[in-house]
């Protein structure tokens, strides 16, 4: 039944006008008509809705480098401190503060390095239920929190 020669119709060159005209009829409803199958397209071939904002992943990157890039400007020459950065992406008032240890300057290097790994920890989750809630200003404050904790750790 699943076959492309069912329904099949079958039309005799010897047929009366009349069943011919009953084989096109039924035709007709099978192709057009209100019985017909209603046709799904293959979910492997369906092309999902994107957010306004982009791509998880790239939100992801865009976010942990915006956040990457105001440390590097911001931390002083000594190292050590506190660098404020806002929470969302706009100035919201509200802040994220990202305690840098006191011993020495971060350097470049070792960010991208934490930001691999936090990318690497986040990545998996692309598709599943909890990435729903996963917008903006939630990565930068997990990033933020992940940063801190490893920090913390080193100092």
């Known amino acids: 039944m699943t076959r492309w020669d069912s329904p099949l119709f ?10 011919s005209g009953r084989v096109f009829d039924s035709m007709w409803e099978a192709v057009a008509g209100e019985s017909r199958k209603i046709v799904k397209p293959n979910q492997a071939t369906v092309q999902r809705s ?38 969302g992406g706009a100035q919201d008032g509200e802040e994220l503060v990202v305690e840098l240890p006191g011993s020495k300057k971060v350097g470049l290097p070792q ?37 801190n904790d490893s920090f913390e750790k080193d100092g």
């Open 111 to 147: 960010l991208q390095r934490l930001r691999r790994a936090f990318m690497g920890l986040n990545r998996g989750g692309i598709g599943l239920e909890g990435i729903g809630n996963m917008g903006p200003s939630r990565i930068r404050e997990s990033f933020v929190g992940y940063l």
């Open 10 to 19: 079958t039309l005799i060159w010897e047929d009366e006008e009349e069943q």
């Open 50 to 87: 994107r957010d306004a904002d982009g791509d998880y992943l790239y939100v992801l990157d865009r976010e942990t480098q915006d956040i990457v890039k105001r440390i590097l400007e911001q931390q002083g020459d000594e190292g050590g401190g506190e660098v404020r950065m806002p929470k």
